[in-house]
């Protein structure tokens, strides 16, 4: 089965700094999913990646997927307190026809302090 | 708003009791999907719906679990005689099949259940 390693786990950063977490799958991906969950509450789609060099953005949060596609990075420029919560990253393990049953990573909890 | 809809969003019950969940998908969304999380982990797949057939079910839902989706829109989850290791946060989430992009999934804000 497909197993998703995040790093790092947790990441404590000062508000205005960039930062990037990883996201390392063992098979290779056919849908890199990117979300966002904050503590006890549901998760939050960000962005999808299947195509190897994708690279998407959405306001100040960048994602790539790397050539091989068993890799895939998420980049926050300037971070604010608003970005912190905890990051999710999920595959479709289908072999290209999602279905949503995803396996994802065990998360990366960002802290950004003002 | 006409999110995903979870109910209760908490419950505390003793070792041995039934617990049922809820969940109320957007109204057009045809699939429905539920997973647990526990803490410090990411979501595992239990169990998902197109319509009201349950199309597959994760080897980690034991005799015990019972999920249904008797007219296609609500879902419930049922724990039978509930044990301590299945304190957990139980997510549902939904999407349309024909989507853009159907592995866009939208969640609701979670059950969570705490056995004693």
């Known amino acids: 089965s497909q197993e998703l390693e995040q790093s790092p786990q947790s990441l404590i950063v000062q508000e205005g700094k960039n930062l990037t977490i990883n996201c390392t799958s063992s098979k290779t991906l056919y849908g890199l999913y990117w979300y966002k969950q904050k503590y006890g509450e549901g998760l939050i789609f960000l962005m999808m990646?299947?195509?190897?060099?994708e690279e998407k953005s959405h306001e100040k949060i960048t994602a790539k997927l790397d050539e091989k596609k068993q890799q895939s990075s998420l980049h926050i420029t300037a971070s604010q307190p608003s970005h912190a919560g905890i990051y999710l990253c999920?595959?479709?393990?289908?072999?290209?026809?999602?279905?949503?049953?995803?396996?994802f990573g065990q998360g990366t909890i960002l802290t950004v302090h003002p | 708003d006409t999110g995903v809809s979870q109910n209760p969003r908490h419950k505390i019950t003793k070792r041995g009791q039934n617990v049922t969940f809820r969940c109320d998908p957007i109204s057009e969304h045809n699939r429905l999907y539920w997973y647990r999380q526990t803490l410090g982990q990411g979501p595992e797949f239990l169990t998902y719906?197109?319509?009201?057939?349950?199309?597959?079910k994760s080897r980690l839902l034991s005799d015990r679990f019972s999920a249904e989706r008797p007219k296609g829109s609500f879902s419930t989850l049922e724990i039978q005689r509930t044990e301590q290791g299945d304190s957990a946060m139980y997510l549902c989430?939904?999407?349309?099949?024909?989507?853009?992009?159907?592995?866009?999934?939208?969640f609701g804000e979670g059950s969570r259940l705490t056995v004693l």
């Open positions: 989430a939904s999407t349309l099949s024909s989507g853009y992009n159907p592995g866009e999934l939208f």
């Open positions: 999920g595959a479709d393990n289908t072999g290209g026809t999602s279905y949503g049953k995803l396996t």
């Open positions: 990646l299947q195509k190897g060099g």
């Open positions: 719906f197109q319509n009201e057939a349950q199309l597959e």
